[in-house]
């Protein structure tokens, strides 16, 4: 018994010693390509958060020393693989922005695999950082990160505006084409005015519900997640201050701020916990803890009036005409609906808006043709 209780003792600690090293070698590689990118940035504000990124992993490389040599394990010379060989040998070629995505990759990778090591406390959210960072830069615009993506990271865009706007009019485009398809689908099937009526208000109350319920699980779910991360930050603030402080540096940096100046503004906000934690919240995670992505009710009323607001512009006419009059002033109605619609998007694409417009029109009307050409063989096939 004592041998078989040794054996698996020892199995347990050589997986340990194993994820230590490999760990280790990743971290001193992680390093070794962050002081190659910032050899070769000509930018040298860039070449600067190469270099801090370097020292962040170069300190994680510390810390597995350290309990490898607690452990009583050898620590064994720094070799690169060729993996991180390979990309220094492509950044020196093709430049430093060809190699930023497979980085920021490689950092996501590694926050997965430290998300499941006790020893690992921490480092996970900054892998994750690292990863975010990374993409900023990588599609960086006259040479800073571009502010688009600085602001998204932010959380900026979260709720702005444009994307309220956009959302009414593609719900209000949902329901006008699908109750549009709908109607001309049971009309084309020659059935009474009085069922046509029954079906667009049925398809109405049923596109705008799921819409409504949809929209209130996706906004109810996000803030869920999004409370789940504030507290797993929370505790790493506590945990691990100077790292956290470092990140936020880093973002800073990132965005053009010297080195000095990153570092006094970090320690600053660092220096309260409920501001460093909105801080970071906006900074790192992208979240305002605010707002937690909106209210879930609010979105699911809206997605129902808007989908609501389009479905029922082809059945009004219905309720004062019937048969082809119906049909055909039904069809005019959409018609409009769809125009204006098409108008709207010329909102966010800039394209002219009698093109936008026809456009919108020409797609909605043929899937209206479709239906109704289905709904009158499957009307006739009944009636034969």
Request: charged share 20%.
């Amino acid at each position: 018994m004592d041998k078989i209780t040794d054996t698996g003792t020892d199995k347990a600690a050589d997986g340990r010693t194993a994820t230590l090293l490999a760990n280790l070698d990743d971290e001193r590689n992680s390093a070794a390509l962050y002081r190659a990118l910032a050899e070769l940035e000509r930018q040298p504000k860039l070449a600067e958060f190469y270099r801090r990124l370097a020292e962040v992993e170069t300190k994680h490389a510390q810390r597995w020393e350290a309990q490898l040599r607690a452990a009583g394990v050898a620590i064994p010379p720094e070799k690169l693989t060729w993996r991180t060989r390979t990309l220094i040998w492509l950044a020196r070629r093709l430049g430093v922005q060809a190699v930023l995505p497979t980085l920021a990759t490689l950092e996501e990778i590694d926050s997965h695999a430290y998300a499941g090591q006790k020893a690992a406390a921490g480092l996970p959210q900054v892998e994750q950082s690292h990863a975010r960072l990374l993409r900023a830069v990588g599609r960086r615009t006259g040479g800073g990160v571009e502010g688009g993506l600085l602001a998204q990271m932010e959380g900026r865009h979260r709720s702005a505006g444009g994307n309220a706007l956009r959302a009414a009019v593609l719900g209000a485009n949902d329901g006008l084409v699908s109750n549009m398809s709908l109607v001309m689908g049971v009309a084309g099937a020659e059935l009474s005015g009085s069922a046509i009526l029954v079906t667009g208000f049925a398809g109405l109350l049923a596109g705008a519900i799921s819409m409504a319920l949809g929209e209130w699980i996706s906004v109810q779910s996000s803030r869920e997640l999004y409370t789940h991360q504030l507290e797993t930050e929370r505790h790493e603030i506590q945990r691990f201050p100077e790292e956290e402080a470092e990140e936020l540096a880093l973002i800073y940096e990132a965005r053009g701020l010297g080195e000095a100046e990153a570092r006094t503004l970090a320690a600053r906000i660092m220096a309260d916990e409920e501001t460093a934690l909105q801080t970071l919240a906006r900074d790192e995670l992208g979240i305002d803890p605010e707002e937690l992505g909106g209210s879930a009710w609010e979105a699911a009323i809206s997605s129902f009036v808007l989908f609501a607001v389009g479905a029922i512009i082809p059945v009004v006419p219905f309720l004062f005409f019937s048969g082809l009059t119906a049909v055909i002033a039904s069809v005019l109605a959409s018609a409009l609906g769809l125009f204006a619609i098409g108008a709207a998007i010329t909102l966010f694409t800039g394209r002219p808006v009698w093109a936008s417009g026809l456009r919108q029109v020409a797609f909605g009307l043929a899937a209206a043709l479709v239906t109704y050409g289905i709904g009158r063989v499957i009307g006739v096939s009944l009636a034969g």
